[in-house]
């Protein structure tokens, strides 16, 4: 029986494969805690983000995974390498979806300018446990069990035809009021607020009694969004890829740049008017994959989908989502000028 595999190191029968030796994975995650805290002190200080510095910190992040991928390439092949770097772009598409409903979060929570990357590198970090738990959690039921190959292709096209419909039916997302979030209602009866923000602290001491700032709760209301994620980007990565190592590295080098992409991107993030459209795609793609994967292990002559064809599929989709967005933002915007314009003239002179 043929199989086409989702990456050369994946054996189905019998387990994950995995280039991720355990120096490789001792490396890497010391790697990851060490951009952590270079993180923690690029935020020590609150202080409102330039797009100077927003941009290179982007850049830093970007470069990172681009020259890992060339590692990967030149140590582990053409089609490892392809995998890698096809899921990483599946995850930091996924991530600037992420990044718009914290960009509601914020702005419902009113979290000062100074304050904004301090509690985006917190749900940075929320997620990486996450996803950390996920991915371990996943490898182990490949592993054990084919179907759950099916499974996630199950989850990732329920999920794409749920943004498909949310997106026709011009469903979009709303700012949410923290006073009616069940998280929020949750934490405020146990202890008591504050009715502003003191810095980077979470907790202080009022009459005598622990209270939470603003800050603790719009941290904990975007770790719950991470957990919603999660359950999203590891399946769709495993489609990708069914190395437990590449799925980590994606999703961390997805994820610790976003504090920086957030503020380069905080205004065109409004202008990607069609990018649950190409999400819905992506993610019923990749779902597609997953299914035909599994019916493999099941039955002769099924046909597979390659990682090469993947990437195609990636890019094409999130190329074509970005260009209709802009022009779709530029009639409106050209549209609402012209009217308003006609209505002025239309104005009565006295």
């Given at each position: 029986m043929s199989i086409t595999p989702l990456a050369a190191t994946e054996t189905v029968a019998t387990g994950l494969d995995s280039i991720g030796t355990p120096t490789l994975w001792a490396l890497t995650i010391a790697a990851v805690?060490?951009?952590?805290?270079?993180?923690?002190?690029?935020?020590?200080?609150?202080?409102?983000?330039?797009?100077?510095?927003?941009?290179?910190?982007?850049?830093?992040?970007?470069?990172?995974?681009?020259?890992?991928?060339?590692?990967?390439?030149?140590?582990?092949?053409?089609?490892?390498?392809?995998?890698?770097?096809?899921?990483?772009?599946?995850?930091?598409?996924?991530?600037?979806d992420n990044l718009f409903v914290f960009m509601l979060l914020l702005s419902a929570f009113a979290v000062p300018k100074a304050l904004q990357q301090r509690v985006l590198l917190?749900?940075?970090?929320?997620?990486?446990?996450?996803?950390?738990?996920?991915?371990?959690?996943?490898?182990?039921?490949?592993?054990?069990?084919?179907?759950?190959?099916?499974?996630?292709?199950?989850?990732?096209?329920?999920?794409?035809?749920?943004?498909?419909?949310?997106?026709?039916?011009?469903?979009?997302?709303?700012?949410?009021?923290?006073?009616?979030?069940?998280?929020?209602?949750?934490?405020?009866?146990?202890?008591?607020?504050?009715?502003?923000?003191?810095g980077t602290r979470m907790t202080v001491k009022q009459a005598g009694r622990r209270a939470l700032t603003p800050l603790a709760l719009v941290t904990v209301a975007v770790f719950m969004t991470d957990i919603v994620f999660a359950v999203d980007s590891v399946p769709a990565v495993y489609g990708i890829t069914a190395d437990p190592y590449l799925v980590f590295a994606t999703n961390a080098f997805a994820l610790l740049g976003l504090r920086a992409l957030y503020f380069v991107i905080e205004g065109l993030l409004a202008k990607l008017v069609h990018l649950s459209y190409g999400l819905s795609v992506i993610l019923g793609f990749i779902g597609v994959k997953l299914v035909l994967h599994w019916a493999q292990t099941q039955w002769d002559g099924v046909p597979g989908i390659g990682n090469r064809t993947s990437l195609a599929v990636v890019v094409g989709v999130l190329a074509?989502?970005?260009?209709?967005?802009?022009?779709?933002?530029?009639?409106?915007?050209?549209?609402?000028?012209?009217?308003?314009?006609?209505d002025g003239d239309e104005l009565p002179t006295h």
């Open positions: 805690l060490g951009l952590l805290a270079l993180d923690f002190l690029a935020t020590r200080k609150p202080h409102e983000v330039s797009m100077r510095e927003a941009a290179l910190w982007s850049l830093f992040y970007i470069s990172l995974p681009v020259a890992f991928g060339v590692w990967v390439l030149k140590a582990h092949g053409s089609e490892i390498g392809v995998g890698y770097y096809t899921g990483y772009i599946v995850e930091k598409s996924l991530s600037v917190f749900g940075i970090i929320g997620a990486l446990v996450l996803r950390g738990i996920f991915i371990a959690l996943g490898a182990a039921a490949l592993s054990a069990f084919t179907f759950v190959f099916l499974i996630f292709g199950v989850i990732l096209l329920a999920t794409g035809a749920k943004l498909l419909k949310d997106a026709l039916s011009g469903e979009a997302e709303e700012e949410p009021d923290p006073n009616d979030m069940r998280v929020v209602k949750v934490l405020r009866r146990f202890w008591p607020v504050t009715e502003d923000y003191r074509v989502t970005t260009v209709t967005s802009l022009i779709a933002v530029r009639r409106e915007e050209r549209a609402a000028a012209q009217a308003g314009a006609t």
